[in-house]
Structures are given as structure tokens and as C-alpha cells.
């Protein structure tokens, strides 16, 4: 089981910005893919970036040009940049992780924007 941990979260007004952070487990694995994913009340589960152990990224639509994933190998951990926010952001974070072909998921980290 891989534990990961999120924080940066919290209430913005639009046109703001916030920081997602994630922190995996340091012991002895490696991390493929690491990501974001957000879920806002009443839909599903969808992505907003991934990003590979290589650096490839990979946006949803709606976070282009407004976000932007990166990650430290070393410290096993991924971030969240997210810029110009909007209301529609207003939803649960969540990190996400790839080891060995498992999927993990954070407890997620909920972040609000506000009109």
C-alpha cells in the first residue's frame, strides 16, 4: 500500500492562484505516472494532469495554459500549480500515483474558488 500525502487546498477567490502538493512513501520504489484528478459534487472523477517519471505531461482541456504539473523524482513528490482559477475548479483534489501498474489515490484535498 502506498500512502500518499496532499495538502494545499483551501478557499480562493477567482483569478487566484493555489499549490497542490503530494508526498509519496521515499522508500525503495519507483513512480511512473503521478497526477492530479478532481471530482466536484454531483460528477465523476476526471483528470486534470498527469506527469511521468520522464516529465511528459499530459492536461485536461480545461487546465491548459491555467495549470501546471511538476514533479521532484527525488523526493517522490508531485505539485499543482493552478493559476487564473475559476468556480468551475471549485472541487476535491486528488493525487495520484502508478507503482508497478497499481493505481493509489490520496485522501484528496478539497479546493474551493469563489465568484
Known amino acids: 500500500q502506498v500512502q500518499l500525502v496532499e495538502s494545499g487546498g483551501g478557499l480562493v477567490q477567482a483569478g487566484g492562484s493555489l499549490r497542490l502538493s503530494c508526498a509519496a512513501p521515499?522508500?525503495?520504489?519507483?513512480?511512473?505516472?503521478m497526477g492530479w484528478y478532481r471530482q466536484a459534487p454531483g460528477k465523476q472523477r476526471e483528470l486534470v494532469a498527469t506527469i511521468t517519471s520522464g516529465g511528459s505531461t499530459n492536461y485536461a482541456d480545461s487546465a491548459k495554459g491555467r495549470f501546471t504539473i511538476s514533479r521532484d523524482n527525488a523526493n517522490k513528490k508531485v505539485y499543482l500549480q493552478m493559476n487564473t482559477l475559476k468556480p468551475e475548479d471549485t472541487a476535491v483534489y486528488y493525487c495520484y500515483v502508478v507503482v508497478f501498474g497499481n493505481e493509489y489515490w490520496g485522501q484528496g484535498t478539497q479546493v474551493t474558488v469563489s465568484s
Open positions: 521515499r522508500s525503495g520504489f519507483s513512480i511512473n505516472t
